[in-house]
Structures are given as structure tokens and as C-alpha cells.
């Protein structure tokens, strides 16, 4: 690519899924290749035949192959890129301290992603132009960019060179929110996909951390692992499965026009509800060989020489109708545009190449005067300092700093002599996510399954849920999904067929398989080794794998078929010291759910109407022997059913104390003096005991405990916020009257609504425009007047604005107003009557400070607001007089510590994302959650009739 056969950048390209993506787009091509090599191979042969025939001095046919040796070991030669490629991709693996000392960068000084800190400026607006050079803007093409051109005079227009690792779409992403050349030992971005951390500074980083709204569009997400980088980075990314409107698909996602129009709606959402945004957008148009057409321009432009410069003329107009339009909206004195190609036209062929009169280059085409652009940023302007350029356009304050700010005006020769380095540093920069801890497979409705590790770091949807199909995952030695395939063909009264389970159970050297498939709501599972040997799970809706077992893997040699858990079971396993690789680890199962279990003896017992395990190391410490034997003693006066399991060594310690576990009834485990497996339990004041040499299964039915902790959070009125008024049958986010009038006759007190502004600046209760839009068919334009809102109802039901809201809460006294959407509470504090029932959830330690003046009821802190403060945030809370906090369920298991500080300082916390998960309602984090977090915000909830029967009966 740009002339050389094989280099880094067709390294990066070189992987079948992006050829088979966009493969029709490039048929022409493809054609044409295969006959030229139809066409070479017949003339070699010919020729071999040939010269077969001609006597020559051995020296003379030396002749060629020395010339070719020649040109291979050319600067851009094959061989001279080959060893460059090999010799970047066995670049020593380095911690991301050394890495950045190696590049002359202190560690100590230097700001990692979870330092940043950031103040918003300028809202900002990034379009990112594909192969488009600085040739379109000259002489003689200068016609195909009028609007380009205009703006560029009229401010700021930079020349700019391309740099080492940007010079392919997804490396110039890379570059653009990082600064840094794209390389990794990874092609491709598959890289990114299981990314939980990324300790560079980034774009997304940098300004999420000031508040901003960042989004990417561009046509095909999925094209090049594209979706997962930019996630990683911070940014939302939408794409053509994203928009409400239905656009042409074509090989590239849909075309630039519908993508433009895309923008400007999410511009006018982010103006609507007055939030700072980072928009960016990268066009397809321009790509190699002749651009990607689009017939409908036809009508808006003359016709152009090729098709290529068409759909330039057509991307130009695209920009110039967005300038106008940012104009009209009275967004461009307070928007930074940048403007830039994401790298220079593929290859050296294209007959547009021949028009440019100058040398080839990029360009950077901005309405921030030149002096704040650059800033410290020293000439010549390379791809690595677009994140700075932005950063300074757009006036964000921030302690960040880029690859760039090290580097003076050497900036080609820095990068060239140290790419192993620059490599070593975004290698270094990546936590990836794995399945090391285990996994959970559970059955997410008629279409997909859904595969979260146990540790709630990861989730991952897998497509095709019929039963029909045998499935398979594939996974690296260090627990990475690898991929997922689907095994088609009919089931037989048998099951399925030989040829099914030869390809499922296929035999290979470089990872571990789950095999699995779905029987009505039931999952079946066998997770095989590489050696082929694994266990078999069966569970009613989901299976788990834990980490013990993946952990004997390595070493198993015997299989043996044992007892699973099930739902309404208690399963324990106990394996001694000398057999775990055999057998595999001890285990204790409450149904389901796996307790853990470690060295010595565990006791499973009822605590709070909750099982609970304790692990003692009876093996190795004498005071865990002492505390083993007062639970024990306890358990036994309280008449309280205890399980005992022992796993791996238990005895050494444990028989300085033989004699006293005696007396309590536990002869054999007095006895234990050779890592064997044993299992005791007291059971309604029965002592069974149980001991092998080898291992031992023992399960028993589970009875049903009714939690009294749990029946009064149920009827806690205070725990359950009703969302958007609570749903009005069976209908969410309508923030009605009715939803108001339903959900307090359920029981509700406490209400959130959503609140944004009318055209004429009326709060209005609504999630979004476009949503609300969408809902009431309304067709006008965004956002509507108070009096249009009004006369626009979901349904039949009454939309409120805030007259409506306070007549409403005039008359149901008890009732407490919590906002959302609303970030300025000097601005809508006096627009509702009641303050002592107000509470506001609040997005900025700006609004925090602002109501902490406003002798409201309280205010809910979010979940952006609790992740970006820094230092002790029960000590900031405490300040600010913050005692609620909103955060999404989906963290809980990521922030047990702090729920925990939080919930201890008196600090309630409230969760949303209730009933976006398959199986997690209401009563699932009644249930599940409610130890971490106070209440949440509830769509369905009928609190439980707690009267006695004498009252019920009045």
C-alpha cells in the first residue's frame, strides 16, 4: 500500500475478516489481480520452458537472482519491510514504567489516564476525512472544495505530514485520540476487544473527565475491531444499526450523507439538553480506487471527471451544509471545528494523483486562530499532534499530556528510531479483560447467550439461541476469548450427529473450548482442555465455570464422572492433597453459587438467613484451629445445621487440638494425619462424618429460608424511586400524569422525572427529543414550544410541564420530586414550589456546590460525579452535604469497597438499570443487592400488603 508490497501497514490489513467485509467493494480489483497472476504464471511457465532450451553460462542466470536480491533488501524493498515487521513485533514486553523511561519520559511526573484531571471549554467537533489530500485543495482540483477552501481562508488552514503508524484508517483513529503511532504486536484492533484499562491519556479520557459527551459516527462500526477501540478510548460509537432511520447499506455501513445527517440530529439533542459535546466523524467518500459513490448527489452536483472527485465535491458540500447548519443553530462561536484527512490516497496508482501539482500532504483546517491551535506544538505539524491541537482549540484545561509535548522538532526521526519503544508503551498501556477467574453462561431470551466473568469485569452477548445449534467458544491459556462458532445441522431422536460432535470436539494445541448447546430454558456444557479433557456442566437458564476449575486444567489426567450442583441442592466435593490434579479442587455449592474454598477446613453455615463459608488453615496456623474450634462450639449451642470440608491439607495444626474436636462429636476429623478428603456435617443435632483418600461428593436438599431483612426492604416506600414516573401500563419513560397517579396509588412517594427545556425555555418532563418524537409522532422541529409539547401526548397519556408538575405535588403532600437531566439547579430550583421535597440528581461538583445553597431536600449525586473525585469521597460528600448517590447496577460488583464505605458513612445509594438485564428486576436487587446499595430507581413494583389479618378484614 502507497507503493510498497508488503509493509507495516498491509501487516495491519492483512487479516480475512477485513478482506471478506469489504470485499465487493473492491471486485473490480480483485478480478483484475487474479488475472494478471493467471496471466505471469503462464508467461514464467512459457518462459521456464523456454530457457530450458538455451544453453547459458551458469554466472548469466545468477544475473537475475542477484538483481532481485538486490531490489528486496531496497529500502522499501520486500525483505527490508519483512524484517522491520519482524523485528517490531518481537519487541521485548515491558511494564509501563520502564516503557516510558525508555522513550526519556519520567515515570514519576508523568499523568496516567486515572490521574486526568479536566475543565470543559468549547463544545467540539472533529471530522475526520477518509484519503482526502492537500492536493484537493490546489490548483487544479481547487474546484471540487469550495467550502473547504472558504473556511480554511477565512481561518485557520495548516499543512501537515503524515508519520510512521498513522498511515491507515484505524492507525490514524488511534493516533487522533492518542497521539501515538499505532503500533502493537496485534493486527488488526482485535486488540482492543477485551480492554477493561488503558493507562495512556486520551481525547475520551480527557474529556469525559470535563463532563463532555462524546460520540463517534462513522458508516460500519464494526469494520476493523473500530467499535472496540474507540470504546476503549471512552467514546460512544454509533453506527448504521444505531439510528432510528433506515439508510442504504452498503459495503462501507451507509454513505457519508445520511452519516452527516445523523450528526446534526445528535448536535441538536446535545443543544436541546444543554450539554457540552465532543462530536466526532469520520467519512468513507473518498476511498480507494474511485470512491464509494452515492447517485443521489447527482441532482445537487455536476458530474466530475471520475468518481472519486465526484464524491470529494460531495464530501466538501457535506462539510459546507454542516457549517451552515451549526450557523442557523448559533453553535459555531462556541464549537471548535477541526477539519483533517486521515491519511494520504492508497497506493501510487490513482489516476487523480497525476492533477496534484505540488508535493503530497495532509492538510489541519480549523476556526481557532493559529496561535491558540499550536500553542507549544513546534513545526512541521505531524498526525501525532492532533489531540494537542484539539485540546488547546478547544480550551480544555487539562493536566494531560501527549507523546508530542516530549518531542521537539525531530518528531519523524524520534518516532523512526524508536517505534520497539512507542510499541512497548501502547502494549504496555492495555489491561485486557479475561475469563482467568471464570465465567458465567447464562441464556439471555430466544436470540443470544450472554458470557460475563465471574469477576464482573466482562460480559459478552453470543448470537443464536435456537436449539438447534451446538456452539463453541474458544479461548487462549490465559482465558481470553479466542472465538465462537455455531455447528449447524439436524438433531436426530439421538442427539446430535457424529459428524457434529467430531467438529466440536476437534482436537487443537492452543486453547481450551466450552462446548455447549440449549435444551428448552437448560444449558448443557462440557469444557474441555487442551489435552481433551474437561467437566461437564448442566444448569437450569446458566452454567459456571469457576477458577478452580480452570486452574487443574493443565494437569488433569483422569476424568471422572460425579455429582453436579444443582438449583434446590447443597453440593460439596472434598479432595485431598495428593489427587486434586485428578479429581479436581474441593468445591461447595449453595444451588448454583459457588463459595470459596481454600487450604485446610471451610465451614458452610446459615448466617443472617444467608449461607456464608469460612476458611480456616488448619494446616499451617495454629490460631485458625482456635477460631475453627469456637464456631464450632457456637454453631453446636445455637443448633444450627454446619457443613465442614476440607481441601488440599488440613491436618498439621489441627491435631494439636485432636482431642477437643473429639469431645464435640468429630472423631474422624480429629483423626486426619494424611491430606486425605473428608466431609462432616451437623445436621438437626445429628454428626455425620465422611473421609477418603482420594475425594469425596455428598449433597443435600436445601430448605427454604424466608429473609425477615428482605420482606421489610420490599415495603419500604423510601428504598423505590419511581423512574420516569414509574410505568403506566406497562409502558416506561412516559413521565406522565397518569404514571404520577398509578404509582402512588401502588405505593410510590418518592418520583423522578426527567426534565428539559422547550424551545421557548419551558421545563417540560421528557427523556430526550428524539425518543419523545419518536413516541408521539410528533414531525416538527426539535425542540418543540411549551404549547407544542402540550398538545403532543404518548398515547393518551397527559404530558406535564411544570404547572403541571406542581399542581400535582399541591395536592399529594407526601410526595418528593427527584429530577434528572438537569445540571443547573439555580435555574430550575425556583420552578418548583416545594423544596423541602425536592431532590436533584446532579452531574457536576459545580451543580453539587450550586444546591448546596438552595435548602433543597438533598441531592443525588451520579455515578460520573462519584468516579472523577478524587481524595476521600465520604470526606467531599460529607462537605457538599451529598447524602444519595445514582450509579448504574451494572458497577456494583466493580465497587463493593466503596458501596461499602459509602453505605457506612450514611451515604444511601440508589441504582438504575433496573430491568435492562435479562432476570434483573426489581426483586432481583431486593434480593441480591440491597447489602450494597439502599434502593433504586423502579419501572414495576407492587409493595407487599403488610397488614394483619384482623386489619385486613376492616
Known amino acids: 500500500m502507497n507503493g510498497n508490497l ?68 531496497l529500502p522499501d524493498g520486500i525483505a527490508n519491510n519483512i524484517y522491520s515487521i519482524i523485528d517490531l513485533k518481537t519487541a521485548k514486553e515491558k511494564d509501563f514504567s520502564q516503557a516510558l523511561k525508555d522513550l526519556g519520559i519520567d515515570p514519576e511526573q508523568y499523568v496516567v489516564a486515572e490521574d486526568i484531571e479536566a475543565t470543559a471549554g468549547k463544545n467540539i467537533i472533529v471530522l475526520s476525512l477518509e484519503s482526502f489530500e492537500r492536493g484537493y ?147 468513507i467518500s473518498g476511498h480507494y480506487p474511485d470512491g464509494v459513490y452515492d447517485s443521489r448527489m447527482e441532482n445537487i452536483l455536476p458530474a466530475q471527471e471520475s468518481n472519486l472527485e465526484f464524491m470529494t465535491a460531495a464530501v466538501d458540500y457535506y462539510i459546507g451544509d454542516l457549517i451552515a447548519f451549526l450557523e442557523r443553530e448559533n453553535l459555531i462561536d462556541n464549537t471548535a471545528i477541526y477539519i483533517f484527512p486521515d491519511h494520504t490516497l492508497m497506493k501510487n496508482q490513482s489516476a487523480v494523483l497525476k492533477k496534484f501539482k505540488n508535493k503530497r500532504g495532509l492538510f489541519f483546517i480549523s476556526n481557532v486562530p493559529e496561535n491558540i491551535l499550536l500553542g507549544n506544538i513546534q513545526e512541521p505539524i505531524l498526525q501525532i499532534d492532533i489531540p494537542r491541537m484539539i485540546i488547546n482549540g478547544a480550551k480544555v484545561r487539562t493536566n494531560a499530556t501527549f507523546i508530542t509535548d516530549y518531542i521537539g522538532t525531530e518528531k519523524h526521526r524520534f518516532i523512526q528510531r524508536n517505534k520497539k519503544n512507542l510499541l512497548s508503551l501502547n502494549e504496555a498501556a492495555l489491561k485486557r479483560t479475561n475469563f482467568s477467574k471464570g465465567f458465567r453462561l447464562s441464556y439471555d431470551g430466544d436470540t443470544s447467550f450472554l458470557l460475563s466473568s465471574l469477576n464482573g469485569s466482562h460480559q459478552v452477548s453470543i448470537p443464536g439461541g435456537s436449539e438447534n445449534i451446538l456452539k463453541t467458544l474458544d479461548f487462549s491459556k490465559d482465558m481470553r476469548l479466542l472465538r465462537m462458532d455455531s455447528i449447524l445441522g439436524k438433531r436426530n431422536q439421538f442427539g446430535y450427529t457424529n459428524e457434529q460432535l467430531k467438529k466440536a470436539f476437534k482436537s487443537e494445541e492452543d486453547y481450551a473450548r466450552l462446548i455447549f448447546s440449549r435444551q428448552g430454558d437448560s444449558i448443557i456444557a462440557y469444557f474441555q482442555t487442551i489435552n481433551g479433557l474437561g467437566i461437564t456442566r448442566f444448569g437450569e437458564g446458566e452454567i459456571v465455570i469457576n477458577d478452580s476449575d480452570i486452574e487443574i486444567f493443565d494437569s488433569w489426567n483422569i476424568l471422572k464422572p460425579s455429582l453436579t450442583p444443582e438449583r434446590d441442592k447443597i453440593f460439596l ?279 448546596q445553597q438552595l435548602e433543597i431536600r438533598g441531592v443525588l449525586a451520579s455515578e460520573g460525579v462519584l468516579k472523577r473525585s478524587r481524595g476521600n469521597v465520604i470526606t467531599l460528600f460529607n462537605d457538599l452535604d451529598v447524602n444519595y448517590v445514582a450509579i448504574s447496577r451494572r458497577i456494583i460488583k466493580d465497587e463493593l469497597s466503596l458501596l461499602k464505605k459509602l453505605r457506612d458513612a450514611g451515604i444511601k445509594t440508589y441504582v438504575f438499570h433496573v430491568n435492562f438485564d435479562k432476570g434483573r428486576d426489581e426483586n432481583f436487587v431486593v434480593e441480591n443487592e440491597m447489602d450494597y446499595v439502599y434502593g433504586m430507581y423502579a419501572d414495576f413494583w407492587d409493595f407487599p400488603d403488610t397488614r394483619s389479618t384482623e386489619e385486613k378484614a376492616e
Open 573 to 851: 466435593r472434598s479432595t485431598g492433597y495428593d489427587y486434586i490434579k485428578s479429581y479436581g479442587t474441593s468445591v461447595i455449592y449453595t444451588g448454583h453459587k459457588p463459595h470459596e474454598v481454600t487450604r485446610g477446613l471451610n465451614v458452610l453455615y446459615l448466617h443472617n438467613n444467608k449461607f456464608r463459608v469460612r476458611n480456616f488453615d488448619t494446616y499451617s496456623k495454629f490460631q485458625d484451629v482456635e477460631d475453627l474450634l469456637a464456631l464450632i462450639k457456637d454453631l453446636k449451642r445455637a443448633n444450627l445445621n454446619f457443613y465442614i470440608v476440607s481441601h488440599d491439607s488440613a491436618e498439621k495444626e489441627l491435631q494439636k487440638l485432636s482431642t477437643e474436636f473429639k469431645r464435640l462429636g468429630f472423631k474422624s476429623l480429629s483423626a486426619l494425619t494424611k491430606r486425605e478428603a473428608y466431609i462432616g456435617y451437623y445436621r438437626d443435632g445429628n454428626i455425620e462424618e465422611f473421609s477418603d483418600e482420594k475425594s469425596l461428593t455428598k449433597q443435600f436438599k436445601i430448605t427454604p429460608i424466608k429473609d425477615p431483612e428482605i420482606v421489610i426492604r420490599k415495603s419500604d416506600t423510601m428504598r423505590f424511586i419511581a423512574h420516569a414516573g414509574g410505568a403506566v401500563n406497562g409502558r416506561t419513560y412516559t413521565n406522565s400524569l397518569e404514571a404520577l397517579q398509578q404509582n402512588y396509588a401502588k405505593g410510590f412517594r418518592i418520583f423522578e422525572l426527567d426534565f428539559i427545556k422547550t424551545s421557548d425555555s419551558a421545563y417540560v418532563a421528557a427523556h430526550d427529543w428524539e425518543h419523545w418524537a419518536k413516541n408521539t409522532q410528533y414531525s416538527g422541529a426539535l425542540p418543540p414550544s411549551r404549547q407544542q409539547f402540550m398538545e403532543s401526548p404518548i398515547d393518551t397519556l397527559t404530558p406535564l410541564d411544570m404547572n403541571g408538575v406542581n399542581n400535582w405535588f399541591e395536592k399529594h403532600s407526601d410526595a418528593i420530586l427527584v429530577t434528572d437531566k438537569v445540571n443547573r439547579p439555580l435555574d430550575f430550583v425556583p420552578n418548583f414550589r416545594y423544596r423541602n421535597r425536592l431532590m436533584m440528581e446532579l452531574f457536576s461538583l459545580k451543580a453539587l456546590k450550586e444546591a
Open 137 to 283: 485543495l490546489e490548483a487544479p482540483l481547487e474546484h471540487l472544495t469550495p467550502n473547504l477552501r472558504k473556511f480554511g481562508s477565512s481561518n485557520t488552514l495548516l499543512p501537515m505530514r503524515q508519520n510512521d503508524g498513522s498511515q491507515w484508517t484505524t492507525g490514524s483513529m488511534y493516533t487522533v485520540m492518542t497521539g501515538m503511532p499505532s503500533y502493537f504486536k496485534s493486527e488488526g484492533n482485535e486488540i482492543f476487544q477485551d480492554t477493561k484499562h488503558f493507562s495512556l491519556p486520551s481525547l475520551g479520557k480527557i474529556l469525559r473527565s470535563a463532563d463532555y459527551k462524546c460520540s463517534y459516527l462513522i458508516g460500519n462500526k464494526e469494520f476493523s475491531g473500530i467499535m472496540h477501540m474507540l470504546e476503549a478510548l471512552n467514546f460512544d460509537v454509533y453506527s448504521e444499526r444505531d439510528f432510528d432511520t433506515s439508510y442504504e447499506k452498503i459495503n462501507w455501513g451507509i454513505h457519508d450523507k445520511d452519516l452527516f445527517e445523523e450528526a446534526k440530529k445528535k448536535i441538536k439533542s446535545h443543544k436541546s439538553n444543554d450539554e457540552t459535546f465532543a462530536l466526532f466523524l469520520s467519512t
Open 6 to 73: 508488503i509493509d507495516y501497514k498491509f501487516y495491519e490489513h492483512a487479516n480475512i475478516s477485513i478482506v471478506t467485509s469489504v470485499g465487493g467493494f473492491f471486485l473490480k480489483e480483485i478480478i483484475l489481480f487474479s488475472l494478471l497472476f493467471v496471466a505471469i504464471s503462464v508467461i514464467l511457465y512459457a518462459g521456464s520452458r523456454k530457457l530450458r532450451q538455451i544453453v547459458l553460462p551458469k554466472w548469466v542466470l545468477g544475473i537475475p537472482i542477484l538483481i532481485g536480491l538486490f531490489l528486496m533488501i
